[in-house]
Each structure stands twice: as structure tokens, then as C-alpha cells.
């Protein structure tokens, strides 16, 4: 082949690959047609995902809806309706498509959340589809999170069960997460026991300087694994005393070989302080745990070690106290 032979191939070549690099792709199939979306929205008082009127579920009526097209806040036409007085509505003629279902919640009671909000609508040709939307008493967050809304407002949490009610003060219980732990102050609704992981809406509120929820509505108890307390040093619970919400107040800890440095005789009788060798720390026990606070002095020997399980609560004076939950939570031990 000659040279010019060559060259003219290779420039054919060339132009060939560079027509079909400039071939514009087929455009994207445009799904075209309409369908319906219809649902339910009711407050889930057993919190159970489903309707249920035996249960004490109710329809949520005159509640605000709108369909935006999704990733934006663009309500798609005729996609701005009401609940009727059975907690229902229907939409005809959407798009086909996945579309956001936001419910309104401006005017609406604060004690109702709607906890995925806006929710994913899929939307097909022809069809109906049906949704079915329930508002909580909350939505759940962390203990830590919740302590650091402002006080008053109502939050839920859920957390593993530390001290049941009563065992400590009256009206008194104690769940912890992995982020805290908080008191729970004269709860209403299912028993619950040591160990059993709950579900709690209360209002955050403050009382001897200890943050607690208070007024709370027990929503779900199921049974759990009692929590092993936390090891800390008496310099821990110093550290934690300045802070309401630091992350030991409220948590089920255990000081070990704390030396008790004199009896029973300041707060009624019911206070005393131990020292680990790294600093000192009050301990109260309260009059759930022993009715007689005269039997204290010969309960506990002055100059012994014991281990100290118990709830670390804030306080106003001292700032920090370790509540036993009852006389199997302090062992004797040697002395180091």
C-alpha cells in the first residue's frame, strides 16, 4: 500500500470515529399517565404502625396535606387537601411517580407528632395507592438530646429501665441510654421492671437541681437485660457535679472500695461520705431503701470499704449524691 493509500485510510478513520462520537443519545423515556393516592392519618396510641380503634387508636380529622413533586417544595396541582372526619383523603390524578406527602402540623395539638414527615408517596398509572399515617405522643430521641431541649418542652426517649419507680423516692424511676440517664418523676400507664427497655414522653423540668421528666406517659414496655453499673472514681463524680447534664448524672454507677469516713448523721440521718482514694462523694440512702434510718450507724461500719452501686443523682447541696437502690448494692470489700 503506498503512502498516500495510508494516509487517506487513516483519515477516514478518523472522521468516522469522530461522527459517531458526536451522535446525540435517544432522549429518556417520559413516563406519562395519572393515578390516585389515598390513606388514613390517626393518632397510634398503643404505637403499634397500625390502626386500631380497640386499642384506643383514633382518626385524626381536618388535617392539612399536600403533595410536593420530590426534592422540593413545588405542591403538585390539586394536591392541597383536608382529613375528613374519619382521619381519610384522596387525591386523584397524580403524576405517576415517587412524590413527598407533607402533612401540616401549623395549629396542630402539640402532643401529636408525626415523627416521618414528609413521607415518600409512590404514585402509579391507573392505580390507587393507599397510605396509612400515624401521629405519636413523640418522637423518639436520645437522653442527651433531650436534656438539652429548653425546659418545658415535651420529649420521648427511650432507654433501659435503672431504678423502677419507687425504689429510691417516691415517684421516682431512672432509664439510661447510651448517651445519659434521666429521672423519670411519677409516670402514668404499663408497670415496667428493672431491666425492661421503655418508651417515655414527659415534660423536661428541674427539681433539687436534677434535670427529670416529669408528668410522663409510659408508651411501650418491653422486656430487657438489667444494665451492669458503670465503674467511676469519686473524682468522676466530682467532675460530673457542676453539670446537669453531664453524662454520669442519671446513669447507674458503681465506685469501688469507697472507705466510709463516718456514719450516718447529716441529711436526716441518711447521708454519708466515702472516699475511693480519690477524692470524697455522698451517699444518701433514702427511706425506700431502709425505713429506720436509726439501724444506718450499725448497718455500715465507719473505717470499712464497701462498693457503692447506685443511681449518681445531682443535687443542690452537696452537687452530687450516689442513691443505692437497695442494701444488695453495697458489698463489703478490703480495703486497698
Known sequence: MSALHA?????AALFLAAAACSTSPAPQFVVSGTGTLTGILFYDKDRSGTFDPSAGDSALKNIHLLVYTRGTTDVLANADTHTDSAGRFSIADLPAGTHSLQIDTVGNSALVAFCNNPLPVSI???????????????????????ELKSLGTRVT?????????????????YVEDATGGIQIFSPTGPTFAIGDVIEVSG?????????????????TVSPGTPLVATDITTADASAAAGDQRANLQGRLVRVKAGKLLDAFTTGGGRNAVIDDGAGTLTV????HVIADATTLPTTFTVGKCYNWTGILKAFTTPPVE??????????EVPCP
Do not use: H, K, M
Open 7 to 11: 494516509s487517506r485510510r487513516w483519515a
Open 284 to 287: 444518701r440512702i433514702d427511706s
Open 322 to 331: 450516689l442513691f443505692p437502690r437497695s442494701l444488695s448494692d453495697v458489698t
Open 157 to 173: 426517649v427511650r432507654g433501659t429501665v435503672t431504678a423502677t419507680l419507687g425504689q429510691i423516692s417516691t415517684g421516682q424511676a
Open 203 to 219: 415534660t423536661l423540668a428541674v427539681f433539687s437541681n436534677e434535670l427529670e421528666l416529669s408528668g410522663g406517659t409510659i408508651n
Open 124 to 146: 402509579y398509572i391507573s392505580e390507587t395507592s393507599f397510605v396509612s399515617v400515624d401521629g405519636r405522643g413523640g418522637c423518639v430521641i436520645t437522653i442527651q438530646e433531650a
